[in-house]
């Protein structure tokens, strides 16, 4: 054989290189006929349509770049989100396509133009709701207050939404014109799924009768008298009181009685975690001036002026893209500090089995911290002080007050498509189905699966220390003694104004102002001098709402009661609606409401009814069409089941899986 070889070792040879040759011209070949992944079918449409793998992962990054850009259109519909189902991400990309098909083919989705002119509108729609959000707070006392509010507000929204635009177009690897389109998209679904409250159609005549319904109104001057005006001069319960009180409401939410008042708690936490703040990570940075200049050199388009005039720039970037790979090599070392401990734990749908001794043997978040200063200090060569680590072990906290914490209360996580805000990780213990979201969440369990994110682009990495499931207060001090006496002060006084009512309403009626009730009210508490109410002059009542009119800037929002609403129209229901507001003052018409949500009272004098003006019709038409279209439909029992559901439009498309997520993930 040795000798066979021997005689015709280089026809071998030959051959076998001719092999080779062949072998490798045939490689791209092959490769270009072998099917791609991306090419995929996963499922189908009634119309024949096949959705490939590829149009999943551009739906899925369409989706993440408009939960950077525009996170609340990620949220549900009732919050003025898209309403993506949060069944899986596939399931939400899936859902993506189906919107966006239905959107272009009723040509409503535009060019990237037209999402990027619609980010003002975005920002004036997150004002409008921070500044009435404020305004129902009472932290806002004025018009003026009101509109500065509103243009700070609006202005700041639009620069939030720019720079994460940016922020999203650069950690996907794309440009500004494949954020605007996707936006551009998402506000095509927006027109359609908002065309849907224009289905009713309205004469002429049912126009006006619909914007009249809204729109007219009586006008009075009113104050709102709350309980706390006079709940100083209450007198503080002795223990044996408070405690009856207290067990009155230990079992209710506040939601199950008029009063607003209830001591069951929901469930708590005590939280730690690990904060990597991006602007201490940019300030230990060493600055190198030969990597500052190459910088300059090789990119001299965006750097145009000479080295001196564009060095501040070419040090923030330079620290910048340190600190961000400070930020990789931080995730990195966490996450082998967590695994090695976790190593060998059984894994079941991505949530990993703790064993029974767990508690002896979990990763300790200061150990972690300690061990990530050292390597990050080695291998950037810098002198970072010890990594943050923040530890409430001795009170419990809801979802309200992981919201109060600084940084780590406002961060995020983004898991796939869906946003899941630091102040929802108490929800997680109160699942009923097994956890699908991506989201390890267990007691002394790091969550560095993913980082929580802020608008400042630090991270923070958290474990759940402990867990109190939710139920009734244990006692007046897990409720809060101070706001249990606060409660029970403010339930006296309002009471003592609900006795009080008639003969507030008496003082008006027979004095023709609001003057004397308040003065009376202020009578009531020797220490209620330091907060008098404000009457209001000249608001306008309507059926569904309040309105400040031309003299009240104004109106608290408590004001805006179905009761007392009701309680004005009804007294002026046999009023002329041409009535002259001198006759109504000859013999004034006042009434008085007990609000018992606010705890306050609602007194007002009328002064006359204010019927709509044709001007104002002109004005107001479409809004009060729409909004009573939508009255209309929700009525009709239309919008009982969500025609823009992934489940509605699954129905319709036909949609039909060929593919399940764990084969696609093979």
């Not at 009155?248 to 690990?274: C, H, K, M």
């Not at 409401?593 to 107001?620: C, F, G, H, K, N």
């Amino acid at each position: 054989m040795i000798k066979f070889i021997r005689k015709f070792q280089l026809l071998i040879l030959v051959v076998g290189g001719s092999l080779l040759m062949v072998v490798f011209l045939l490689q791209p070949i092959l490769t270009r006929l072998s099917p791609s992944a991306q090419k995929q079918k996963i499922a189908t449409l009634n119309d024949g349509t096949t959705i490939t793998r590829g149009d999943l992962d551009r739906a899925r990054a369409a989706i993440t770049l408009l939960g950077r850009s525009n996170p609340q259109a990620l949220g549900p519909m009732v919050q003025g989100g898209l309403g993506l189902t949060s069944e899986s991400d596939r399931a939400a990309a899936l859902h993506w396509i189906m919107l966006a098909d239905h959107a272009r083919n009723a040509g409503l989705i535009g060019e990237a133009g037209d999402g990027q002119a619609w980010i003002p509108i975005i920002a004036e729609r997150l004002a409008q709701s921070f500044v009435e959000n404020e305004a129902r707070s009472g932290r806002i006392q004025s018009m003026e207050q009101y509109e500065q509010l509103m243009n700070e507000a609006r202005a700041q929204y639009i620069d939030l939404i720019n720079r994460s635009a940016q922020n999203a177009a650069g950690s996907m690897n794309g440009k500004m014109e494949d954020v605007y389109r996707t936006l551009a998209e998402a506000r095509g679904m927006y027109r359609m799924m908002s065309g849907l409250v224009t289905l009713p159609a309205y004469s002429d005549a049912g126009a006006i009768a619909a914007a009249e319904r809204l729109y007219d109104a009586v006008a009075v001057d009113a104050v709102l008298i709350k309980a706390s005006t006079i709940s100083s001069g209450i007198e503080d319960p002795s223990e044996e009181q408070l405690q009856s009180f207290f067990e009155q409401y230990r079992d209710q939410q506040a939601s199950e009685n008029e009063f607003g008042i209830g001591y069951v708690q929901p469930t708590r936490i005590q939280l730690g975690w690990i904060t990597l703040d991006l602007n201490m990570f940019m300030n230990a940075v060493k600055v190198d001036r030969v990597e500052l200049s190459k910088m300059w050199q090789q990119d001299r388009a965006t750097y145009p002026g000479d080295f001196a005039s564009e060095k501040f720039e070419l040090e923030r970037k330079y620290r910048e893209d340190q600190a961000n790979n400070m930020m990789v090599e931080a995730d990195r070392i966490i996450r082998s500090q967590v695994l090695a401990k976790t190593n060998g734990i059984p894994n079941r749908e991505g949530i990993l089995q703790l064993p029974d001794d767990w508690e002896t043997r979990y990763p300790k978040l200061d150990e972690i911290a300690s061990t990530l200063t050292e390597r990050l200090n080695d291998k950037f060569d810098m002198s970072l002080p010890t990594i943050e680590v923040n530890l409430i072990g001795d009170r419990w906290l809801n979802q309200n007050d992981i919201t109060m914490l600084d940084g780590v209360g406002n961060s995020i996580y983004q898991v796939g498509s869906r946003q899941i805000p630091m102040m929802a990780l108490p929800q997680f213990f109160e699942l009923e189905e097994a956890n699908k979201t991506g989201l390890d969440v267990q007691p002394l369990l790091p969550i560095v699966d993913h980082a929580a994110v802020d608008e400042l682009g630090n991270r923070y990495y958290a474990m759940v220390l402990d867990v109190r499931t939710a139920g009734p207060s244990d006692n007046i001090d897990d409720a809060g003694r101070e706001q249990v006496v606060s409660d029970y002060k403010s339930l006296k006084a309002f009471e003592l104004l609900q006795t009080r009512a008639d003969e507030l309403v008496g003082l008006v009626e027979s004095n023709g102002d609001l003057a004397s009730a308040i003065d009376a009210v202020m009578a009531m508490s020797p220490d209620a001098s330091s907060d008098r109410p404000s009457a209001l002059s000249q608001i306008l009542v309507r059926k569904n709402s309040i309105a400040p009119g031309r003299i009240t800037s104004f109106v608290d929002p408590n004001l805006n009661d179905e009761a007392f609403r009701d309680a004005v129209l009804e007294a002026a229901g046999d009023l002329d609606p041409l009535v002259d507001p001198e006759a109504v003052s000859a013999d004034p018409i006042a009434v008085g409401v007990a609000l018992p949500a606010s705890r306050s009272l609602a007194l007002a004098r009328l002064i006359a009814p204010r019927p709509l003006t044709l001007e104002e019709y002109r004005l107001r038409a479409s809004q009060a069409i729409q909004q009573s279209a939508g009255l209309e439909l929700m009525e009709s029992g239309y919008l009982e089941t969500n025609p823009f559901s992934f489940e509605s439009l699954s129905e319709r498309y036909g949609l039909e899986i060929l593919v399940s997520e764990d084969d696609e993930n093979m």
